[in-house]
Nanobody
């Protein structure tokens, strides 16, 4: 099955932008719905966005809609999360997740494959 590796995290100033990447290997990437979640210290894991297999549908958390953009490049086996207008409260570990033929649900339990996470820190 697919294995996921995130990259692109780091330190960014308030109002800045960052693009995260999620590289997949070991499976047929185009069959997988991809999602991003995040987890801040002492908080539960939170849905950010999802893009279904074939990019038929895209879903966002209401709090991030308009600032974050999820996309995928099936030819490169990679999903992306473009983040703009970043705020200190966006500081978290960002996780890429996948589920074969998934619906794009915002429930973390739907996703059975996870990356190791990448830290994004937004300084005020």
């Amino acid at each position: 099955q697919v294995q996921l590796v995130e990259s692109g995290g780091g330190l960014v100033q308030t109002g800045g932008s960052r693009r995260l990447s999620c590289a997949a290997s070991g499976g047929t990437f185009s069959e997988y719905t991809m999602a991003w979640f995040r987890q801040a210290p002492r908080r539960e894991r939170e849905f950010v966005a999802a893009i279904t297999w074939g990019a038929h549908s895209i879903y966002y958390s209401d709090s991030m809609k308009g600032r974050f953009t999820i996309s995928r490049d099936d030819a490169k086996n990679t999903a992306f999360l473009q983040m703009t207008s970043l705020k200190p409260e966006d500081t978290a570990v960002y996780y890429c997740a996948a589920h074969r033929w998934g619906s794009g649900n915002d429930w973390s339990g739907e996703y059975d494959i996870w990356g190791q996470g990448t830290q994004v820190t937004v300084s005020s």
